[in-house]
Structures are given as C-alpha cells and as structure tokens.
C-alpha cells in the first residue's frame, strides 16, 4: 500500500489551526473516499493527553528546557502508537501543530535554540517530517483578539514573548523540505481554499 501523507497546519495560537485542520480532514475525505486521521501535537495518545495537560496548566511553572523534553516526550509516543502505523498502511493523516511549533516557542521566542529543537525532533521521532507544512500567519494583535476565551499557560505569556514566536514560524520556513505560507487573516473559506490549493498538489 501507498504510504498515506502526513499534513501538519501550525502557526501562533489564535491563527485558526483547529478549524481549518477539521475542513482539510473534511475535504480530503470527501476527496478520497477515506477518512484522514486528525490528530493534535501534543496529545493524540492518553500518555500525550496527560503531557498536553501539565503543558498548558495555568496553574504549573516550569523552564523552556522543561517544556520542549515534554514536547518531545509526547511527540515519540504519538510517532511510535499512531503516526507510523497509520502512514505505513496509507492512511492520510491531519495534525495540528508538530516540530515547527517547538521551533517558534520555545526553540526562539524561548530561547532554547532552533537547532537544538531540530536535533531533538529528530531523535524524538526518527526524522519524521510532514510531507506539507502549512503555516497558518497572523499579526500577533490580529490573533489577540481571536482568543476570546480563557487561556493556557503558554498563552498567557507576555506581548514580546508571542512576537517573537511569530517571528519564529516565519523562520521555520527553511527547516523543512516542504512548507506553505497561507494568510489567515482572510475570511475562514478564502483561508479553506488556500490550504486546499497547496495540499490538493500532494494527491
């Protein structure tokens, strides 16, 4: 069987990630007949769900070092129970955010180093690379006003710190064999469409 493509959209919280992931799976499976397993970085095992939750807990303190080993912790089981069986029997797989995300938070807007992160990711899950990385970019004041709810522990850290990380994604750029840039700033299906127009070129 054909090895299924693995699809990462990432970009700064309140870029719209979760729901244009949900139209691509959506639109891929009415597209293939099969539906794409959609999946969320960290988490998508009971072991990563657990991490995701001490990650984002307003209420846990923790240094960038202590951050990214969770990530990767998380990430290695996610390959291992799911990613590499799914792909290896042609299943499509969607998910939200991946490496690059690593990268932008904590590898540059925390200060832990882009390489450092890469060189982890890379034994964290084999070298495992999305064949499509879509950065989803917004003006950080754009995604401000997008979080109307009650924010995580990373989301509630400061102006300069969410900067940076924008800056970050833009950077990642050259990190990856294939990544587009889409602007979410657009109405939700113009943003739908954009993503369409670059993963419909993988099938």
């Not at 493509?5 to 990630?17: A, E, N, S, T």
């Not at 007949?33 to 072991?47: E, K, V």
Request: net charge neutral; glycine share 10%; with cysteine.
């Amino acid at each position: 069987m054909n090895k299924g493509l693995f699809i990462v959209l990432d970009g700064p919280d309140g870029c719209g990630k979760t729901t244009q992931a949900g139209r691509l799976v959506r639109k891929l499976q009415e597209r293939t007949g099969h539906h794409p397993i959609h999946l969320r970085d960290p988490g998508g095992t009971h072991a990563g769900e657990k991490i995701r939750e001490i990650l984002l807990d307003p209420n846990t303190h923790m240094s960038t070092t202590m951050e990214v080993f969770l990530f990767m912790a998380s990430r290695a089981h996610l390959v291992e129970q799911v990613l590499a069986p799914a792909l290896s029997s042609g299943k499509n797989v969607v998910c939200e955010r991946w490496i690059s995300s690593t990268i932008a938070y904590q590898g540059i807007a925390g200060g832990f180093g882009a390489d450092n992160v890469v060189t982890l990711g890379k034994l964290a899950t084999g070298g495992l690379n999305p064949d499509l990385l879509v950065l989803l970019d917004v003006p950080q004041e754009v995604a401000t006003q997008r979080m109307q709810r009650s924010r995580d522990r990373i989301e509630r850290k400061d102006a300069d710190y969410h900067g940076k990380v924008r800056e970050g994604f833009l950077a990642v750029q050259s990190l990856f064999p294939r990544v587009s840039v889409v602007n979410a700033t657009h109405p939700e299906d113009v943003v739908a469409a954009d993503v369409w127009s670059h993963v419909e070129k993988l099938l």
